[in-house]
């Protein structure tokens, strides 16, 4: 075998091309691939841990970061068992900013910018037709009721509570509340330096 032969053949052999391995290699030094240690969910030996497990269980009462979700009217949009009847968030610019834009990502697919119900979805799918949220009856809703209509949805409108945080619901009911005043706005309510502009 030529010199540049026995290079090649050993180049092959020893760069482990091996395709498909069924059984464990064969590890002469196991480098510490081998060693015990824990896994999550796993089971452990070790004595003084009598339940066996890898992961300690929290203790009782522990609560995520972030996800303490007291029984309030701020967390439920309920006072005992009645809808809260004015937002427990104070109204702020601010607010109404989020709100707007919360609105124009979650609700106006459905609901329509200004809340009329002609948004894309019942353009497209004329049998599933949202409520109008500035009629009457909806500018009639206690805040906690529309907080609820967007928790946990209402007949064939869907729940909203995974992608719509708690701080978002209160924004968007805020926001829900201008596009209702400014459905029903009247010239009375354009600013005295604005009336001359009206046609
Ligand atoms: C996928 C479409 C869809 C989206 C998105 C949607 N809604 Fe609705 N919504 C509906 C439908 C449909 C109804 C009417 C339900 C019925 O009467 O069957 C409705 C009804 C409502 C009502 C009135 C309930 C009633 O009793 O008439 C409110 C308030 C409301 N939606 C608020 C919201 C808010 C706020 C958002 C954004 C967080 C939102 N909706 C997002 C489809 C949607």
Redesign the pocket.
């Known amino acids: 075998m030529t010199k540049t032969g026995a290079v090649v053949l050993a180049a092959v052999l020893l760069t482990g091309c091996s395709g498909v391995q069924r059984d464990p290699p064969i590890q002469v030094w196991d480098d510490m691939k081998q060693q015990p240690k824990f896994t999550p969910q796993g089971a452990n030996d070790l004595p003084f841990l009598a339940d066996a497990r890898d992961a300690r269980r929290p203790p009782e009462g522990t609560v995520a970061r972030g996800h303490m979700m007291e029984q309030t009217a701020y967390f439920t949009g309920m006072d005992g068992d009645l809808y809260v009847g004015k937002s427990p968030v104070q109204f702020t610019p601010a607010l109404l900013h989020l709100g707007q834009q919360?609105?124009n990502t979650?609700?106006?697919?459905?609901?329509d910018k200004t809340g009329s119900?002609q948004?894309i979805?019942?353009i497209r799918i004329p049998t599933?037709?949202?409520?109008n949220?500035t009629e009457d009856?909806?500018v009639q809703?206690a805040d906690g009721?529309?907080f609820n209509?967007?928790t946990n949805g209402?007949?064939?409108?869907?729940a909203?509570r995974f992608?719509?945080s708690v701080e978002d619901?209160w924004a968007?009911?805020a926001y829900?509340r201008v596009l209702q005043r400014a459905a029903h706005a009247t010239k009375a309510d354009v600013p005295a330096d604005h009336t001359a502009e009206l046609q």
């Open positions: 919360k609105f979650y609700c106006q697919p459905c609901h119900a948004g979805v019942p599933w037709q949202p409520s949220l009856r909806v809703f009721d529309i209509v967007i209402r007949r064939s409108m869907p909203y992608q719509v619901r968007i009911i829900v």
